[in-house]
């Protein structure tokens, strides 16, 4: 019987609280809120991209730039955690590398500074990029 206590009440907490944030006006319009500046995010990204770039955003939602300094081929995928590939010769990934502006930012807008970042400062952002072997 301790065994259920002892689970049972963080459970009534998360529900308690997700219960409340479900409820509470601020939050949903928040929410609301967010949608559109995502969809705008998002446009001004696709105005950023070249032709092939906007090609591979629309057949497989992510797109390659080529680093300024060095050459490298990354593939910048959907997210704001460990999402830039660093890719071979032959387009497999080879490192993954994580990078974001500071402040609340969109997603398209994260995305589109991580884009221009590696074609115009590639050295410099790497250097301070968190970076790890890629995942299988």
Known sequence: MIYLAYFAAPILVAAGLILALATDPGVRWRLRARRPA?????ALLRSWL?????EQWETRGDFEVVGCDTG???????????NIRE????GHAIAQWCFVPEGKLVTGDILLAQKIALETMEQRVLALAYTQPPRP
């Open 38 to 42: 995502e969809q705008r995010g998002i």
């Open 72 to 82: 490298r081929r990354y593939r910048i995928t959907p997210g704001t955690a460990m």
């Open 50 to 54: 070249t032709p092939e770039q906007a």
């Open 87 to 90: 890719l071979d010769g032959d």
